[in-house]
């Protein structure tokens, strides 16, 4: 018979090796921290390239995959080999000004929100198992329904691949700790490009995220930029605290 609680304990404690025990919280931490300050710095993206390219997909998906909630259509999603990217997509004018702004805001906000999803589920091995066969899932399908790069048709199904061997064929604690650290990335996703949650112009590409959030709810860019950095932060602090929390 199961001790009480035990279900509810974190996976790495109950699972795996005592130095990756020890270790996992503050690799977890140390990580998000070397990445965020990575992406920041030039090559960095490079240096990290896997996890840039993850970053913008988890991103432009945020657009797409709200848009289709709202009733819109999620026609296309592009990634290019220098880890930008950009999702098409459309939705009704009867949703304006909100519509808009939401779609605008999944970009950034999104990801952290899936993110916290993928590290409370590293709970329990059955859900940690599933979340990364799903994860693995839903890359392989935006290939199929939506990207329509050539780089991104290589790309996205290799993560996708490579997920989903995980949850085929790794210990029970490494999944645990694979779906804890994709879950940190989709979190700190939101800082790949921190400069451009600060920018009012993304380039050719017209007005970036926040602007558009300015254009439809007329706070200033930088007020919502403030608002979905330290919203990231909070959700990926507290998603780890749940984690990590024994009953």
């Known amino acids: 018979m199961k001790e009480p609680g035990k279900d509810f ?10 130095e990756v025990e ?10 998000a921290i070397a990445t965020s300050l990575l992406w920041q710095v030039p090559g960095g993206d ?25 009733g819109g259509q999620f026609h296309q999603l592009q990634i290019f080999s220098n880890g930008s990217g950009v999702a098409t997509y459309s939705i009704s004018r009867t949703l304006w ?9 999944a970009g950034p906000m ?37 990207v329509r790069s050539w780089f991104g048709l290589f790309a996205i199904p290799l993560l996708g691949f490579i ?11 490494m999944q645990g700790f694979a779906i804890q650290f994709l879950g940190v990335q989709a ?10 949650l600060f920018s009012y112009s993304a380039g050719p590409l017209g007005l970036s995220d926040t602007a558009q959030m300015q254009k439809y709810l007329l706070l200033p860019y930088w007020f ?19 984690a990590y929390r024994t009953k």
């Open 46 to 70: 490079y240096i990290l390239y896997p996890f840039s390219i993850l970053a913008t997909w988890f991103h432009e998906m945020g657009h797409g995959l709200m848009a289709l909630l709202l």
């Open 163 to 173: 997920i989903l061997g995980i949850s085929l064929k790794a210990p029970h604690w």
């Open 110 to 146: 999104g990801p952290p929100i899936a993110g916290a999803g993928l590290i409370l589920a590293s709970r329990s091995f059955t859900t940690a198992s599933l979340s990364l066969k799903i994860l693995g899932g839903i890359l392989l399908l935006s290939t199929l329904f939506w």
């Open 224 to 242: 919502w930029g403030w608002l979905m950095a330290i919203a990231s932060l909070v959700i990926l602090v507290q998603s780890l605290r749940i």
């Open 187 to 196: 979190c700190i996703s939101t800082y790949h490009q921190l400069n451009y």
């Open 97 to 105: 000004p909100i519509g808009p702004a939401l779609v605008a805001a």
């Open 22 to 31: 020890r270790m996992g919280l503050t690799w977890l931490i140390a990580a």
């Open 9 to 18: 304990e974190p996976l790495l404690s109950r699972e795996a090796p005592p």
